[in-house]
């Protein structure tokens, strides 16, 4: 039963220090405590716990561009975030943990701004048929969480840059996306960010009571440097993917290539290189470098600059 409500505020656009804020007041908040937090993350293509890093991502042009790379604890897709996007976590009791409920109060704030909405399937919130929230579950003992997203007014071009690889690329066992048709809701009415925050505001202190407010940027909680270092690792983000095959092939003017291996705990695995090159050695050599290389550009490209410097640029920018 809800005894105390709470509002969690931040002005933090690093995802893995709001990550690690979310999940430590989800393991830690009191058993009658239902919360709401609201947050941002700039320049970020966040993923699900089960999702393959290299299967959601053009991994290497996130890196070109200063995108962010985020696992998130809880399951679900591939999403891009910007400022344009807000962030919504319900923090509940597990007996009180109500997906429609929790759902009913993003409605009652859109609301406000005359934008009829209704839910679609478990995890979305659509508008006109098309989707502007997607929404994920966690639960850990007494507590659960629902988070998701609001797209108010995100740069959609943007987002496509990074959540779209080349589809020949990899062929996953991980949980590949389902794109979707999305919308900004700016487009359908006047909202911004600041105004949005609000109506969420009113309308959970409407649903569960009078909350108390609490500033994150001026909060302490014990172990949060130590998380947010874990989600910003790459044995987090990347080595955590579920193992994925890749198919990679090329044409140089000696010669083609194709590649195939595996991404095992981040390394590259179960290697086989063919080509037609007049080199007879160039694809043991090629499978002798890799075999058990972490699947980062730079360590490919290092590894295999000193047997084929075609290869080496080519590889280290096909992941």
């Not at 320049?43 to 042009?61: D, F, H, L, M």
């Not at 407010?213 to 080595?239: C, I, M, Q």
């Amino acid at each position: 039963m809800i005894a105390h409500t709470t509002i969690f505020t931040c002005s933090s656009t690093n995802p893995h220090r709001n990550l690690a804020l979310e999940a430590i007041l989800t393991e830690t908040l009191p058993a009658n405590e239902a919360a709401l937090m609201l947050w941002q993350n700039a320049n970020t293509v966040v993923i699900g716990s089960g999702q393959n890093a290299w299967r959601e991502c053009a991994v290497t042009q996130m890196e070109k561009d200063g995108v962010t790379l985020a696992r998130r604890p809880s399951g679900g897709g591939a999403v891009f975030h910007d400022l344009g996007n807000l962030n919504f976590s319900f923090l509940m009791p597990r007996e009180d943990y109500d997906v429609s409920r929790q759902l009913g109060v993003i409605l009652r704030a859109l609301a406000e701004f005359g934008i009829e909405a209704e839910p679609s399937g478990r995890n979305d919130l659509t508008v006109n048929g098309r989707k502007f929230s997607g929404n994920a579950f966690r639960f850990v003992q007494e507590r659960a969480l629902h988070h998701g997203t609001l797209l108010l007014n995100a740069d959609m071009q943007r987002g496509s840059r990074y959540l779209i690889p080349d589809p020949a690329k990899l062929k996953s066992k991980g949980v590949a996306s389902v794109p979707s048709r999305v919308i900004n809701l700016s487009e359908i009415a006047p909202v911004n960010v600041p105004d949005m925050k609000n109506a969420l505001i009113r309308a959970f202190e409407a649903e569960y009571g009078a909350a108390d407010r609490v500033d994150l940027d001026n909060t302490t909680l014990p172990g949060l440097e130590e998380r947010a270092s874990h989600y910003s690792s790459w044995e987090w983000n990347f080595a955590a993917s579920p193992k994925g095959d890749i198919t990679l092939e090329n044409r140089f003017e000696w010669g083609g290539i194709q590649v195939h291996f595996s991404v095992c705990s981040g390394h590259i695995a179960d290697l086989s290189v063919y080509t037609d090159s007049m080199d007879e050695c160039l694809a043991s050599k090629i499978a002798s470098v890799l075999d058990g290389c972490p699947c980062r550009a730079d360590d490919v490209r290092e590894r295999l600059l000193p047997v084929s410097t075609d290869v080496g640029h080519w590889l280290s920018e096909s992941l």
